[in-house]
Structure formats: C-alpha cells, structure tokens
C-alpha cells in the first residue's frame, strides 16, 4: 500500500471544481514538499505542482497546491475534459534510509 | 527542451537480469540527480531508486534492494538500471526521471517509459 492516501477518484462535470487529498506523515509530508504529477493514460507523468504550490510553466492556473501540516490537497477550478487523467501526489520522506514516495493516485472524472 | 529517453526493456525470465539506460537531451547531465520509477500495468507509481548528481550516494526502495543498481556514466552522458534476480512482481513500465536539483530529491521531468517483462 502507498505511504501518502489519495482518495481512488474524483468526479466533476466540465466547469465544477474538483479537490484531491493527499495524507501523509511527519517524515514525508510534515517535513517536505509536496509535488503533484498528471499521468493521462497511456502517456508519462508530468509535474504539475512543486514545492507545495508553485505551477509549473505553462499549467493553467486552474490547477492549486497546497499543504498544511501532514497533508496536502490539489484543487482543479472550471473542470475541463482534457483534466481527465491520473493525479499522484509525492514527496521525499526522511524515515530510515530515505525514499521519495508515491500516493495511491486519484482518477478524476470529467462527467 | 528537456528529453530523457529509455532503452532496455523487454521479456526475461524470472531470475534472470537486465540492464536499463537511460540518455537524457536538454540538461547537464553532471549537475542533476536522477530517479528510476516503475508502474506496474493498471497500477500507481512506484519510487525505485535515486542517484546524486556525481554518483557519489543511492538511494533504493526496499523492494528492490539488493537486487537493483542504480548508476550512471557522466562522460557518456548514460544513467543506467541494472536488474538482477528479477521476479514476476518486476513487471512493469520503467521510466527515467530528472531530479529537480531543488533539497531533498524530487522529480521534475519524466522519460516515455521502457516495459519490462518477467515472465517464463
């Protein structure tokens, strides 16, 4: 099982807003930053999200981070049909010899 | 723009080894750490292993510790992923990723994936 939960999926109909948890630890979200990838079936990962809350260039600004105490949460405004894809949160986690973590990932669902 | 390309992959039996490589475009190479990360089919994203900018320290997931060796050629300009002792369970799509070069390791960029299967 993953060391960061994520809710399994998430729905919306184009326009909604959309938000996806992501739970952690004092040794990986307490302690880190969070970053959010979007894997859109078939296709790699790319990094949307860095450092808790910085977008990357070029994602709109549809997408937000953001991280409080051992969680952290992706939030997607005016939910559009190309936002249907895979989200996984991450980061490195301090406890014993170190990993960079992995949440259980979150389909999001445009209705 | 930043490009990492796999190579590698394929059908090997279990127990048996594979090498993995990794050239990457786009980026110095000698100044960024480097991840290996697999999804097994219709799975998540797995960490395996990460590798200082100079070789010098890894990092390893314990499912795969002690039989997986992450290292790279900085003149070559080559990460690799050695595999042995492979077991069904290694099964999966193998991506290469850039380090963010930002504290802790993190990933900012991520290659197409190789497959690898494990299978008789």
């Known amino acids: 099982q993953s060391v960061l939960t994520q809710p399994p999926s998430a729905s919306g109909t184009p326009g909604q807003s959309v938000t996806i948890s992501c739970s952690g630890s004092?040794?990986?979200?307490?302690?880190?930053?969070v970053y959010w990838y979007q894997q859109i079936p078939g296709t790699a990962p790319k990094l949307l999200i860095s450092?808790?809350?910085r977008r990357r260039s070029g994602v709109p600004d549809r997408f937000s981070g953001s991280k409080s105490g051992t969680s952290a949460s992706l939030a997607i405004s005016g939910l559009r049909s190309e936002d249907e894809a895979d989200y996984y949160c991450a980061a490195w986690d301090d406890s014993l010899s170190g990993s960079y973590v992995f949440g259980s990932g979150t389909k999001v669902t445009v209705l | 723009q930043v490009q990492l390309v796999e190579s590698g992959g394929g059908v090997v039996q279990p127990g048996g080894s594979l090498r993995l490589s990794c050239t990457p475009s786009g980026i110095d190479f000698t100044i960024y750490g480097m991840h290996w990360v697999r999804q097994a089919p219709g799975k998540g994203l797995e960490w395996v292993a990460f590798?200082?900018?100079?070789?010098?320290?890894?990092y390893y997931s314990d499912s795969v510790k002690g039989r997986f060796t992450i290292s790279r050629d900085n003149p070559k300009n080559t990460l690799y992923l050695q595999m042995d002792s492979l077991r069904s369970e290694d099964t999966a799509v193998y991506y290469c990723?850039?380090?963010?070069?930002?504290?802790?390791?993190?990933?900012?960029?991520w290659g197409q994936g190789t497959l690898v299967t494990v299978s008789s």
């Open positions: 590798i200082r900018f100079d070789g010098s320290y890894q």
């Open positions: 450092r808790n809350n």
């Open positions: 004092s040794s990986n979200i307490g302690s880190n930053f």
């Open positions: 990723a850039k380090d963010s070069g930002s504290g802790s390791p993190t990933i900012d960029y």
